[in-house]
Structure formats: C-alpha cells, structure tokens
C-alpha cells in the first residue's frame, strides 16, 4: 500500500498519491446551462449518446451516499470503522466494510509510481522529446488523454477496476487526480479531462455505482453534464472552497481535512450540512503510522 498525502483544487495545482488506474464510462445527461458554458459539450454528448440508454436502465440502481453522515477515509488502509461511520471510503484492493456505504478508491488519471510498465508506452502522456510527463512532486506518469483513441483505450483497460468494485459490493468509485491536466506542463486540457470522465461516469453507471467529483472544484460547474453524482473535496476547509462544491453538489460532498485550521473552518461553516473528517496526512489505519481522525 503506497502513502497517500493530501491533493488540492486544481486552482491551486496540488497533487495526491493514488493506488491504481481505475474507472471508465458515462452518463451523459446534459442540460441547456451545461451547454451554453461548454463549447465540447455537443461532443461530448455525442460520444456518449450510445451508452445513455443502457446507463438509464441501471440509473434506478444507483443510491448515493447519506449526507452530512460519519464519514470515514481509510484509503491507507482499511482496518474497522469507528462508531458512528456510515460512509467509508477503501481502496479499490480492499474489502468492503459490512453494512456500511462504501466507497471504492481508485487511480483513473494516473499511473501509480514507479508503475509505467503496466500501462502501453503510448497511452503514457509524453512530451514532443519523447519523456514521459510525471505529475512530479508524486512521481507518477500522466495518462494520456488527448484524443478520443486514447481516451476510450484508457477508460478500456482501468474498466477492470470499477468491474472489481462493483463485485465486491462497493455502492461508488472515487476516481482520483482528475485535475492532472494542471500539471501536465499545457500537453491537456480540462476538455480532456471531462471527455475522459465522462466515458468513467458512464461505465460506473452501466455497474450501479455512483461516481464522486475527486477535487477539482473549477470543473464543479459541469457535474450535470458529465454524470458525476458526489463530490469528495480535501481541504476545502483549509482554502475555503467548500462553496465551491455546495454551489453545484449541495450536500452530497464529503470533505477530508488535514490540519486544524482547515478542519475548524470546515466544521464552523458546514459542519450541520456536510460529512467531515480529518485524517492523518498519511491516512493511516488504527496502530499504524501517525493515525489520527476527527469529526466536527
């Protein structure tokens, strides 16, 4: 199991350790605000045109996590929840927690360090040079997202995660590092990444999961349009940007944070309305590491 540390917005250009590449498909229900801000939008809706019907059938199937419920993020392993969880977040490796909401951690954007190997050289994001973009202060190699080829034989090989999280009995996905377009030195752009995350929302959807917005709260604005449920923002609290997920997820957004300030900030200002939890930086299980975890 790798150490996780905290990712920011993309305003603020952060990064976070995953576990592995996950996650592929969408429902793509657009609307006419949606539209009228995104000049893809008709492409978008276009690509995924084929999958809505299917997605619709399965859509029923679909619950969402409890808001403003104990919430715990054991992405660094999982170990039994304290009393009063209701929500836990576990990497897509792990197992359930019984009678719980749960929710399956994975690594869509990126590949995982030192891990290029699993993935074809040509679906790794390279520059003209022919070196292979890493999202740096994590080292993991940026996926390559720039074409619909490459789009569609990404989401293709990480489908097997999601599939894996469906038959474990997991109720979402939790596709991380969706705003690694920021540091892919100008090689991506947001449009790539919501062409992408629209082929994960949709394959989610076909396997009854519900699918999280990771971060990346200047794409919160098109959530609609790309079939995202939820949102699980860390350190909101810490950059004052719960705003920015309530404006377009109202309650349905669990927030992680890392120090005291943030958490204070988060459990002054929403801590009636949403779920919150500091973790540990390295998001440690019980008797492991620096554990720590704390609710409002």
Known sequence: MNTFLPRRSARRLAALTA????????????????????????????????????????????TLPPTHAGFDYQIGGAYAPPTGVRVVTRDHGATPAPGLYNICYVNAFQAQPKA???????????????????????????????????????????????????????????????????????????DNARDYITLLSAHAHRRGLAIAQKNTSDLAEHRTALGLDFAVAEECGEWKECNDYTKYFGNNVIVIEYTAKGMANACSKWGGQLSIVRRDLDVSPIGAGKYLRKTC
């Open 19 to 62: 576990t592995t590449a996950a996650i592929a498909g969408t429902l793509f229900l657009s609307t006419s605000a949606d539209a009228s801000n995104d000049p893809g939008a008709g492409t978008r809706a276009a690509g995924a045109a084929s999958t809505t019907t299917a997605a619709n059938a399965n859509a029923g199937a679909i």
């Open 116 to 190: 290029e190997g699993d993935w074809p050289a040509d679906l790794l994001l390279r520059r003209s040079d022919g070196s292979i973009v890493y999202d740096g202060k994590w080292k993991e190699a940026l996926l390559d997202l720039r074409t619909p080829d490459k789009r569609t034989a990404v989401a293709a090989k990480v489908n097997a995660l999601v599939d894996e999280c469906a038959s474990k009995g997991f109720q979402a996905v939790e596709p991380d590092n969706y705003d690694s377009y920021t540091r892919s030195e100008g090689l991506l752009t947001d």
